[in-house]
Every structure is written in C-alpha cells, then in structure tokens.
C-alpha cells in the first residue's frame, strides 16, 4: 500500500510542475513577465508543500499501521484520488486568481483539500477501530495523532468559506496552511495534520 501511495504522490507532485510556463515577453521585460505570472508560482509551491506535507504525514501513519485490509486500502485509494487531482485546481488558481473568476477557483481548491483531510481523518479513524495498529502502539501518540488530525478539515473548511468574501485572503489561508504544517513537521518535530 505504501509503494503504490509513494507512487502516485510522486507522479501528482510532479505533475505540478506542468502549469508552470516560460512568459512571453514581447517588448517588455522578462523580469515584469515573471511578476505577472506569480499566481502561478505560488499555488505551485503552496501545492507543493500540501502534497509532501501528507505524504510524511502517510508515512508516519503508516508507521501505526500493521495491516491492512480491503476497507483500509479503499480508502487510501480514496485519499490518492485526491491528491491526484491537487494539479487541476493548482492550475485554476494560477490562471484564475486576478480574474472575477478567482472565487470559484478558490472554492474549488478548498473542496479538495477539504475533501482529502476528511478523507485522512476517515483513513486514521477506521484503523483504529479496525485494530490494524501495531501491537502496543502507545495510546497517548494514537491520542495525540488524532487530535492533530481534527484541525485539517476545520483549517481547509475556514479557509474555504474565507473565498466567499475574499479570494485572495483564501488563497493566502491555504499558503499559511502549508507553511504551518511544514513547520509543524520539521521544526517541532510534531505531526502535521492532513
């Protein structure tokens, strides 16, 4: 389960890279063509750093988990749907973000993302209900694991509603999003939540 995740969580971060295009420059500068395509820089890294955030953050589930069965696997299959499709509203973003159209595309990238954390919570939760956790996995960490999980769902929903009165300030949500479960992960040493 692991190998195949691994998988597509390599192929989807990848796949990120795709909307990003050498600018047309015509009579003006390259450095002004640059600055006018940063939405589609920023929602690449913000993307970016959401994918690899649930990435470690699998890979430290996955650290709990002993076994797997049918119901486990479909819903990590679930969860990979998601992560699948992070590019396609990545891409809305980065073409949508200074158009009257930004509002949808942030509405749209929150869905996912919200979508994906409950999906995680839903994955973390039914293997402990399942006992596929490995024997004499220390209560406090599946404790503490699934209350840092229960915040993904309420960020990715805050800073979904926050686009209908401004999508920028949504879009700068999710980018502080990604930068506190980055350094939730690294500097800390904490769990990120999904």
């Known amino acids: ?13 990848t796949l990120l890279v795709l909307d990003l295009h050498v600018p047309e420059v015509g009579d003006g500068s390259l450095a002004h063509a640059l600055v ?20 470690i953050n699998h ?37 949508y973000a200074r158009t ?24 973390w939760h039914y293997a402990i209900r399942a006992g596929l956790l490995v ?5 406090r960490d599946v404790s503490g694991i699934t209350r840092s999980y229960l915040i993904g769902p309420l960020l990715y929903g805050t800073a979904t509603l926050l686009a209908f009165a401004s999508s920028d300030a949504s879009l700068v949500m999710y980018a502080a999003i990604a930068i506190f479960y980055l350094a939730s992960a690294t500097l800390w040493g904490r769990r990120a939540p999904a």
Request: hydrophobic share 60%; glycine share 6%.
């Open 135 to 139: 024997q004499g996995a220390d209560p």
């Open 1 to 13: 389960m692991e190998a195949f995740s691994d998988g597509v969580f390599a192929i989807a971060i």
């Open 59 to 95: 890979h430290g589930l996955m650290r709990h988990i002993e076994r797997c069965d049918r119901v486990l696997l479909s819903l990590n299959i679930f969860l990979l749907m998601m992560i699948a499709i992070v590019p396609y509203p990545t891409a809305l973003i980065s073409h």
């Open 36 to 55: 006018r395509q940063w939405p589609a820089d920023a929602s690449y890294a913000v993307s970016f750093l959401t994918i690899g955030i649930i990435w």
């Open 100 to 123: 009257p159209n930004a509002t949808a595309a942030a509405l749209y990238y929150g869905a996912v993302m919200v979508t994906m954390a409950l999906i995680f919570n839903a994955l």
